[in-house]
């Protein structure tokens, strides 16, 4: 019986130690993994401020070439000196995106990046961007287009910022990958169950080369080219999508991509932002154009969907044409329309000249995109100028002038 207590005894003092060998095992394992983690945020917090450092002294520099090379598009170029001058502009304009994206990784690597509360206009961030950067498609012959929802509301409360960066890059890449055809940007209500906050999406949409499917699921990695640039000649790091991916997902968002190769890109990000007052983005009742008749020449498709589809929804009774022709022209000789709405890359200049002294009584709008001039004889042929990519309160407040003058 001594023997067997004195074993279980000795057992017992056996398994004592191995669990105390262990709890010091684990403890140094602890205080390595302590450690290394202090020392890994050591090192990203040095990183950080190495490369903050260095962004600030690149800055500095870049921005005299930006400013210089702004100055020195309003002196007189030839057309040799204009393009070195346009390489030299875009060139800048790229080092200074790297460094912001830069700048940023370090910041959300060190745990830096702080998100602000503030209101803003969520509708007109999305839309002064997309104006900023819509110029660069329509040089390339790209159309771009804005389809914004009437029940966003007028402000939210949030980090209008990082909000924005996201859309540009966003759009910058569409432009980028965008060679032809349309690139759309469009902001819709999602349900949100919680009264006191909203939740919306923001999608760009391009038809330009299209992601690889084997590629799609790297999209957001950090450092990730979709594209061989031998190939296709785009320059990139491959920050961008991996930097709109850290900052919506800072913000609580999701954000997602589909492509098919060759046909194009979609890209949204999915958001949630408090409240901060009910009062819509556009002011005015769903019928506040109530059997006003119009006619709409448009070329493109979407183009001329989302303008129809605006009118419709303010109670317009809208006429479509998708030519500049004699069907064209018997509809406005012919007919008491209200209003007229023609798109600019649908003109022959000299015949709607000539022609506009027959139809004196049409009140008429021109389409054009953003940058184009319009101006002389040509332009007073119109009351007024909308332009592309078109903004549904300017549209509306352009018409509602108009009736307000006629009465």
């Known amino acids: 019986m001594e023997k067997l207590n004195e074993y279980k005894w000795n057992e017992m003092i056996q ?65 040799e000196q204009q393009g070195y001058l346009h390489v030299l502009h875009t060139s800048s304009e790229s080092l200074m995106t790297l460094v912001n994206n830069l700048l940023d990784i370090g910041k959300i690597e060190a745990g830096k990046m702080k998100l602000a509360r ?41 980090d209008a910022l990082k909000v924005r960066q996201i859309i540009m890059n966003l759009l910058q890449n569409a432009i980028k990958f965008t060679k032809k055809g349309d690139i759309s940007v469009s902001l819709f209500m999602l349900p949100n169950d919680d009264l006191e906050r909203l939740t919306v999406k923001v999608s760009v949409e391009d038809t330009g080369i299209g992601i690889p499917p084997e590629r799609l699921n790297d999209i957001f990695k950090m450092y990730e080219q979709m594209h061989e640039q031998s190939e296709h000649m785009h320059q ?67 183009c001329r969907g989302l303008i129809h589809d605006m009118l419709v ?51 008429l709008f021109l389409l054009a995109p953003l940058g184009e001039k319009v101006e002389g004889e040509f332009r007073d042929t119109f009351e007024t100028v909308i332009t592309k990519p078109i903004r549904k309160i300017h549209l509306l407040n352009s018409i509602l002038a108009l009736q307000q003058g006629h009465r």
């Not at 589909?258 to 901060?276: A, K, P, Q």
Request: charged residues 25%; negative net charge.
């Open 15 to 79: 398994k004592q130690n191995e669990m105390e060998q262990e709890l010091r095992q684990l403890q140094q394992q602890l205080a390595s993994e302590q450690q290394e983690r202090e020392q890994a945020e050591q090192s990203a917090e040095n990183k950080a401020r190495f490369i903050a450092m260095l962004s600030h002294e690149i800055r500095t520099p870049m921005n005299g070439i930006l400013s210089m090379s702004d100055l020195l598009r309003n002196t007189s170029l030839d057309e």
């Open 118 to 158: 503030d209101p803003f206009d969520l509708i007109n961030t999305m839309e002064d961007l997309t104006y900023a950067l819509a110029p660069r498609a329509f040089e390339k012959g790209v159309q771009v287009h804005l389809n914004v929802h009437s029940d966003i509301p007028l402000f939210v409360i949030g």
């Open 236 to 302: 990139g790091t491959g920050l961008g999508l991996a930097i709109c991916k850290q900052l919506t997902e800072l913000m609580g968002g999701t954000i997602q991509a589909e492509s098919l190769h060759g046909v194009g890109t979609s890209v949204s990000i999915t958001l949630e932002f408090e409240r901060y007052t009910d009062l819509p983005s556009i002011p005015f009742k769903d019928n506040v154009l109530h059997d006003l008749r119009i006619l709409l020449l448009e070329h493109n498709a979407i």
């Open 313 to 363: 929804e303010w109670g317009a009774q809208v006429t479509i044409a998708d030519d500049m022709d004699e069907r064209f022209f018997d509809e406005l000789y012919h007919h008491d329309y209200d209003l007229v709405l023609v798109d600019l890359d649908m003109l022959d200049r000299e015949r709607w000249i000539r022609e506009r002294t027959k139809i004196q009584k049409q009140q």
